[in-house]
């Protein structure tokens, strides 16, 4: 999984994976199973969310990708010959993959993972080179990066490769079955599973500390999965494992968050011989216990935390933190809350979540509380219930993150309204079809309720058969611009209205009540 993470040392300087000189004039296109297999990889590599911009085109890369030290690009690695990987020959392909070394033999900065896809087999890279050779050409240069010195210069990173990086392959383990050494494979090449879920004390260097012990990635933590009973995923059994890898739900233990999220859309392509064989594999790492977070005093106002749980949460999620089977997810044993950090917590009480499978969408309640109410509540609820984390959340970090969000149920987000992704949904709203954006502009607090059943009975006749989550989130995308538009509204004021739309909306469009 090549995940939007970036909190490594610096991201990716050139093209993961490349074009192949055997679709130049004359030759023969690759077999067509060489290029499904080759896809199939892909995601499990997620080279689309790496290499593929917001609203750009496919594989055409310009996404940036934030790092401690600047901003950096992903190259184009469409077949391209002059913007993107059309002239790469095979070697030059697979030493970018395999080594780190790019076309020109420029070293490759380690947050593109191949201190991971190191041990990817030649056959599955090249399969992988199959699949990017037959997606369309685009002509798109690569943005400048924005990298602080000394970091933009290259050969800074050859003390690096001396010190963390050795090429390898992958060897199987005589003494596991064939299910855990495909897992071992997945998770420890294209999957990249360390690359969050590893500790990195040094800048780049998560392959090597606490393997899959927890970690900070991109403003969010990653939870321990190693096979610990209590602080990993050892309770869990390998099939629930292997849904929430496929689906980002798990009923009983919450639901994908932050760049975790993001992962979930590539590894659901993935078979599900191949999620449990990851689950197999998951199962059998050491357990790794976070004794040091033995419960401690409360660091903040015990009562103040309280009370805010319940006037904010407890509606929704109980007095209990047990939510609502199949609707509302439990907060007690809760993995994402009672993760070493606090960060998954502030983040989803700053940022909302978008609904999920059957699950509610949940607003940015964050948007009107303080610093310090969204510190006291995150730190109440990793203590409550059976729940034992370090109360670690303070107004500081919260604020830190706070000027960071950017979710779909931000109103105010850095990058905009979401895309309406449900083609049906999109044309109807382009063409004004059955008048939904005509209904959407004239949605205000009064009238919510009425406008909500009026717009899921109008896109349910315009799109027939779509999902409950797509329809909830298709229609809180396109609400997002008018909530935008509206100068009367302050940032805050805009999220929370956008959140008790979409929560309108799921009532309306599965009949299931979220308070």
Avoid at 164 to 192: C, E, I, M
Avoid at 261 to 273: F, G, N, P, Q, R
Avoid at 391 to 397: E, I, L, N, R, Y
Avoid at 474 to 491: E, F, M, Q
Wanted: glycine share 10%; net charge neutral.
């Amino acid at each position: 999984m090549m995940i939007r993470t970036l909190s490594s040392m610096l991201a990716l300087a050139a093209g993961v994976a490349t074009s192949s000189a055997s679709l130049a004039a004359g030759s023969s296109p690759p077999p067509a199973d060489l290029v499904t297999r080759g896809a199939y990889l892909a995601n499990a590599g997620d080279c689309i969310a790496c290499h593929t911009a917001k609203g750009g085109k496919l594989l055409a890369g310009g996404l940036y990708m934030n790092t401690p030290f600047g901003a950096i690009s992903t190259p184009n690695i469409t077949p391209d010959k002059a913007t993107g990987i059309g002239a790469w020959t095979d070697e030059q392909f697979y030493r970018a993959v395999h080594d780190g070394i790019g076309h020109q033999g420029e070293y490759l900065y380690p947050v593109m993972p191949f201190p991971w896809y190191t041990i990817v087999k030649r056959e599955d890279v090249m399969a992988i080179r199959a699949y990017l050779d037959t997606q369309p050409a685009v002509h798109q240069p690569r943005p400048p990066n924005k990298l602080s010195f000394p970091y933009s210069i290259r050969p800074s990173l050859l003390a690096w490769r001396e010190a963390f990086f050795k090429a390898a392959s992958f060897t199987p383990d005589p003494n596991q079955p064939a299910d855990v050494n495909r897992g071992a494979y997945l998770v420890n090449g294209l999957a990249h599973c360390g690359e969050c879920h590893n500790s990195r004390p040094v800048a780049g260097t998560s392959k090597w500390r606490e393997a899959l012990q927890g970690g900070v990635i991109d403003n969010w933590y990653a939870p321990n999965i190693t096979s610990d009973l209590r602080d990993g995923i050892g309770a869990w059994s390998n099939e629930q494992i292997a849904t929430f890898l496929k689906t980002g739900v798990s009923p009983s233990k919450g639901i994908a968050l932050g760049p975790m999220a993001e992962t979930v859309h590539s590894l659901s392509h993935l078979t599900d011989a191949d999620l449990l064989a990851i689950a197999a594999y998951l199962k059998t790492t050491p357990a790794k216990s976070d004794t040091d977070q033995k419960r401690q005093l409360y660091a903040g106002n015990d009562a103040r935390g309280g009370g805010t749980y319940l006037s904010y949460c407890a509606s929704c999620h109980g007095v209990n933190g047990q939510g609502l089977a199949g609707v509302i997810p439990p907060l007690n044993n809760n993995g994402s809350v009672t993760a070493k950090g606090p960060q998954n917590v502030i983040n989803v009480v700053l940022g909302g979540l978008q609904a999920r499978e059957h699950y509610a969408p949940m607003l940015a309640i964050g948007a009107g509380m303080s610093d310090e109410e969204v510190a006291d509540v995150t730190n109440y609820v990793r203590q409550t219930w059976d729940n034992a984390a370090p109360p670690t959340a303070m107004p500081g970090m919260v604020a830190q993150l706070r000027s960071a969000i950017d979710t779909p149920m931000s109103a105010a987000a850095k990058s905009g309204c979401p895309k309406v992704v449900t083609p049906a949904l999109a044309n109807a709203l382009g063409s004004d079809r059955g008048g939904i954006r005509t209904e959407l502009s004239g949605v205000t607090d009064a009238n919510m309720p009425q406008g909500a059943r009026r717009l899921v009975s109008r896109a349910r006749a315009t799109a027939p058969g779509i999902q409950p989550a797509d329809l909830v989130n298709g229609l809180t995308a396109a609400y997002c611009g008018v909530v935008r538009a509206d100068n009367a509204l302050d940032a805050n004021q805009k999220s929370l209205r956008l959140g008790h739309f979409s929560e309108l909306v799921y009532m309306e469009a599965t009949g299931r009540a979220v308070r």
